[in-house]
């Protein structure tokens, strides 16, 4: 099991930039893909980032592409999302989540998330 805290998040104005951070406790963050979500009041959770094991591999959602960088430090047990050329629409709740699966599959452990407002 695994058990994760964002950080990072708050209030920013159109075109800034943020990172926000998740770390992961036990001793196996490094054989879990990780995934970054948002949700938005009154919407839906959304796909944003993933990154595999090890690094190597990552993928992003066409609204976030360009601008977000996901990455990982293992010897940290910390993922984080990189967030350039905020907008407005970006403003919601960013969780983390960790699956031993697929990085495109169900994710089975998450955050508590961490708001990030984006003021135009």
């Known amino acids: 099991q695994v058990q994760l805290v964002e950080s990072g998040g708050g209030l920013v104005q159109a075109g800034g930039s943020l990172r926000l951070s998740c770390a992961a406790s036990?001793?196996?963050?490094?054989?879990?893909?990780m995934g970054w979500f948002r949700q938005a009041p009154g919407k839906e959770r959304e796909f944003v980032a993933a990154?595999?094991?090890?690094?190597?591999?990552?993928y992003y959602a066409d609204s976030v592409k360009d601008r977000f960088t996901i990455s990982r430090d293992n010897a940290k047990n910390t993922v984080y999302l990189q967030m350039n050329s905020l907008k407005p629409e970006d403003t919601a709740v960013y969780y983390c989540a960790a699956t031993l699966g697929l990085m495109s599959g169900e994710y089975d452990y998450w955050g508590q998330g961490t708001q990030v407002t984006v003021s135009s």
């Open positions: 990154i595999n094991w090890s690094g190597s591999n990552t």
């Open positions: 036990g001793r196996t963050f490094s054989s879990y893909a």
